[in-house]
């Protein structure tokens, strides 16, 4: 089985020369983790997570500590803003390297490759690198356990 079965066609994405706060709008709005960065030709050039724009607000001894589990909260740094001159950058200033798969890759090399980069989702291009949907890990799994003998069960409606 291929990406192309089970991946979202409809994708959110920001140029290059979009503002870190447009993003950060898109992630919000959308609830989504992941913004892929594409040219103006929508060539997948970068991605932007959502680690990346947390990073801008995170304090810098938290990379230092190991275990922090014993903190109920961290007070007034849990509602720190990141500086209004940094919003206003492109995405380019703090996107990643794209990380992506074509629309034929198999989906258990996409798992392979959302395990070990930790990512939570991919996005998927044509052979020319344009983008063209995005995969999660959830799509992946739901689409490797297709072939189960798994009961069919109703659907929860608890609250």
Do not use: Y
């Given at each position: 089985?291929?990406?192309?079965?089970?991946?979202?066609?409809?994708?959110?994405?920001?140029?290059?020369?979009?503002?870190?706060?447009?993003?950060?709008?898109?992630?919000?709005?959308?609830?989504?983790?992941?913004?892929?960065?594409?040219?103006?030709?929508?060539?997948?050039?970068?991605?932007?997570?959502?680690?990346?724009?947390?990073?801008?607000?995170?304090?810098?001894?938290?990379?230092?500590?190991?275990?922090?589990?014993?903190?109920?909260?961290?007070?007034?740094?849990?509602?720190?803003?990141?500086?209004?001159?940094?919003?206003?950058?492109?995405?380019?200033?703090?996107?990643?390297?794209?990380i992506?798969?074509?629309?034929?890759?198999?989906?258990?090399?996409?798992?392979?490759?959302?395990?070990f980069?930790?990512?939570?989702?991919?996005?998927?291009?044509?052979?020319?690198?344009?983008?063209?949907g995005?995969?999660?890990?959830?799509?992946?799994?739901?689409?490797l356990?297709?072939?189960?003998?798994?009961?069919?069960?109703?659907?929860?409606?608890?609250?």
């Amino acid at each position: 089985m291929t990406v192309r079965a089970c991946m979202k066609r409809r994708v959110i994405s920001i140029q290059r020369d979009g503002t870190i706060e447009t993003a950060a709008a898109l992630m919000r709005n959308n609830r989504i983790g992941t913004l892929p960065v594409v040219d103006s030709g929508k060539k997948l050039v970068g991605m932007l997570r959502l680690e990346n724009l947390l990073a801008l607000v995170m304090p810098d001894f938290i990379h230092l500590v190991e275990h922090f589990e014993f903190a109920h909260n961290f007070g007034p740094l849990e509602s720190k803003k990141p500086d209004p001159l940094v919003l206003k950058q492109t995405v380019e200033e703090i996107m990643e390297e794209p990380i992506s798969v074509q629309l034929d890759s198999g989906v258990l090399r996409a798992a392979a490759l959302l395990h070990f980069r930790d990512l939570r989702d991919l996005p998927v291009v044509d052979q020319e690198g344009l983008l063209v949907g995005l995969v999660s890990h959830v799509d992946l799994g739901i689409s490797l356990m297709q072939g189960w003998d798994l009961p069919e069960l109703a659907t929860d409606t608890s609250p």
